[in-house]
């Protein structure tokens, strides 16, 4: 590839592609990077003529990277993470008198964990903080890009080379309406949830997988009712009697302490899992989200929920 060729080719062209590749639309991509549909396409035929080879193929309503497109789209990831080292760098002469830390949390944190980056907020108010909400395959996937500083999350990757750092006790238990037949019996086991109606979190969520993996190990056979991806729904939907759910003890504290949920009193719950702080071992930090990740870990506990553990 010639050297003019290279200076000819312009990060707007090379972004464009990369947001049409991971969409599959031209509209998605143009909502991402906040420009119109037009110039989405004109940014992407400018880079095809200039390396005179297709970068993206239509199939159906989507469009698909070439074998080509895939090569460029590869390259694109990596000069956004030579421009982020860059940036990290400059931001790590700043100090904490500004910069910014950006945080990933899975759904079931945020009852406690926008409360502790308030206060991270209130004592390095020139730190700007970034903070995305998912369920664990979406911040697991946001760690991967290097999109995150710091992830807030109760089951760390095992697939990734990840720093992570205890926060506190996460518990697990099962809930029901007040008046279920099973509130107030002592020692449950858990075979007597065999043939209730479970409300289920969504697939991908840390949650789900906790209860599958429960009951697999004590034989508990539930009938699976709705499957919901939010918790405040799931809460809403115990109360209303629709069912029973496995659920984190931190997001029910209040429906618990006044009274519109019941906790079932089964043998082997709650299961005590671990809040983390994690982030990527090759991630270079900068100093406000080394400081957001010393922060989390020492103050952390106290912003967790008083759940009855």
Request: overall charge neutral; glycine content about 10%.
């Amino acid at each position: 590839m010639s050297e003019n060729l290279i200076r000819a080719l312009t990060l707007k062209q090379l972004r464009a592609l990369a947001a049409v590749a991971e969409s599959g639309s031209v509209s998605a991509a143009a909502r991402k990077l906040n420009v119109t549909p037009p110039a989405v396409t004109m940014q992407v035929q400018l880079l095809e003529a200039s390396l005179d080879v297709p970068l993206l193929d239509r199939s159906g309503d989507r469009f698909r990277p070439t074998d080509a497109g895939r090569e460029v789209v590869a390259a694109v990831a990596r000069i956004e993470g030579a421009i982020n080292d860059c940036m990290a760098a400059i931001e790590s002469m700043k100090g904490l008198a500004g910069g910014r830390v950006s945080v990933a949390i899975v759904s079931t944190a945020k009852y406690f964990a926008p409360m502790a980056l308030g206060a991270f907020g209130r004592a390095h108010p020139g730190v700007d903080v970034t903070l995305s909400v998912g369920n664990r395959a979406d911040v697991l996937e946001l760690l991967r890009a290097d999109a995150v500083d710091v992830a807030i999350m109760g089951r760390p990757p095992e697939d990734l080379d990840v720093v992570r750092t205890v926060i506190g006790g996460h518990p697990h238990i099962v809930i029901a309406p007040p008046d279920h037949p099973l509130v107030g019996r002592v020692g449950l086991q858990p075979t007597a949830l065999t043939g209730q109606t479970f409300l289920m979190r969504e697939p991908g969520s840390g949650t789900r997988g906790l209860m599958e993996r429960l009951f697999e190990a004590e034989g508990v056979k539930p009938k699976i009712g709705m499957e919901i991806g939010s918790n405040e729904t799931i809460k809403q939907a115990v109360i209303a009697g629709l069912g029973l759910a496995f659920i984190s003890a931190h997001t029910v504290a209040a429906e618990l302490a006044d009274g519109r949920i019941a906790r079932l009193d089964v043998a082997g719950l709650p299961i005590i899992r671990q809040w983390y702080v994690v982030r990527r071992t090759a991630k270079r930090l900068t100093p406000p989200a080394e400081a957001m990740c010393a922060f989390l870990t020492e103050r952390g506990p106290t912003f967790l929920p008083q759940a009855g553990e």
